[in-house]
Nanobody, 125 residues
Framework: VQLQASGGGLVQPGGSLRLSCTCTGFPLDRLAVGWFRQSPGKDREGISSINSSDDNIYYDDSVKGRFTISRDNAENAVYLKMNNLKTEDTAVYYC???????????????????WGQGTQVTVSS
């Protein structure tokens, strides 16, 4: 399984980006996928995840209402659409495949197994 996150870049506050997580070697539609980010000097944090059946989706409070996770099985990709970006969203963003440790909703259940390379998102005027 090889994962690659892409779509990052420089955007002004209030702008939008769509990150892509693509996979070679395995169909993503059978896997749970999580998005993480890491800012300089901070730990990597999970911000969104989707389970393998797409009926358990999680968003961290810091991104809820602004970010949307979705799948495109034809492209074997999972996307993270990011709207109304803020300077504090600046980070390297990573995707990972893995599994959910429980069926509980509205809590972080995603356990990463395989990581993709990150993509830099910079929000600045």
């Amino acid at each position: 399984v090889q994962l690659q996150a892409s779509g990052g870049g420089l955007v002004q506050p209030g702008g939008s980006l769509r990150l892509s997580c693509t996979c070679t070697g395995f169909p993503l539609d059978r896997l749970a996928v999580g998005w993480f980010r890491q800012s300089p000097g901070k730990d990597r944090e999970g911000i969104s995840s989707i389970n393998s059946s797409d009926d358990n989706i999680y968003y961290d409070d810091s991104v809820k209402g602004r970010f949307t996770i979705s799948r495109d099985n034809a492209e074997n990709a999972v996307y993270l659409k990011m709207n109304n970006l803020k300077t504090e969203d600046t980070a390297v963003y990573y995707c990972a495949t893995g599994y959910y440790s429980s069926s509980a909703v509205e809590v972080w259940n995603f356990v990463p197994v395989y990581w993709g390379q990150g993509t830099q998102v910079t929000v600045s005027s």
